[in-house]
């Protein structure tokens, strides 16, 4: 078993027991402050104003930065679901889109939900999606980590094929972007919402998408926020931002102040850091219940008393119908592992598949 590390990550007030970050992240100290003080200004009515938009700008150039990238090249929106339907209402009529089995929704939906004009989703098994791409395909959506076992797709291979079968790459990084260490910048659009790995506040979501496909994307959901120089609050014309601010919305004040917060601790402490922490715990647990080792922070164990087992020990983790999902992140230490184990000591669990 590797050796133990047991103090708590000093952003984070040292929480035990908290194995839920797939579900949400928890905040760091400084980002429970910003929304405690948000709450304040704006009761009093003392809301710094240029500080509440400047947020957004920060918290952007953060996770631009978090991602390798540039803020210039980053949308911001309040959920995945809404990121992702600017893309699929923009796509032409009758487009083919491939997605796996099982994605969720909030990537599947908008696409979906365009049915009427004869654009197509076409589901295949998560391990036949390399193979299904081909000339027949436009779009391929898919998420990074899946939110039901936390498997990582194949990244590379899946940029390499859509782009030779010229098929754009839209992928869901909610369950990865923040602990992942991956070129983000292969797809064309990379969308997440905030509130998981990120540690933020819900109302919190990104878009890194190419120049080519910013061409592309019908600004439907733009307002003020996304006006050139952000001066335009009222008439016409549509002047809009030259990049990605143009597909903005206009932010929800109190999570994005939260936001600025969260993220400069996450990049103070750097992905690669971060990655190699959380599979660490992740590992140590998956050791002790004699799992292989995987690339992954979300750990499955599978056993009809799994779930109420963790509950007694006042472990949170998501139940499953037949067993639990644990994830791992920064305020997580050994003693959160060795508790779930101690929980599980005694179960007859199932073997992973
Ligand atoms: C893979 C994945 N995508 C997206 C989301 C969230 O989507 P939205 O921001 O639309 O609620 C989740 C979890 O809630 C998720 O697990």
Redesign the pocket.
Known sequence: MPSTQRTDHEGWPGIRGYLDTAAYGLPPTAATHAMRGWVDQWAEGSAPFADWLSATDQARGLFASLIGGDGGEVATGT???QLTGLIAGSLPDGSRVLAPEGE?A??LFPFLAQADRRITVREVPRDRLLDAIGSDTDVVAC?AVS?SDGQVAPLRELADVARAAGARTVV?A??ACGWLDADWWRFDAVIT?AF?WLSCPRGV?FMALSQELLNDVRPTAAGWFASDERQQYSGGPLRLAGDARRLDISPVWSSWTAARESLNVLLTVGVPAIEHHDLRLANRLRAGLGHPTQRSPIVIVDGEEVAAALHRAAIVCSPRPAGARLSFHLYNNEDDVDRALDALADLELREQS
């Open positions: 959920s995945v679901s969720f909030s990537l998420s939110s869901d909610a369950q919402s998981k979501a």
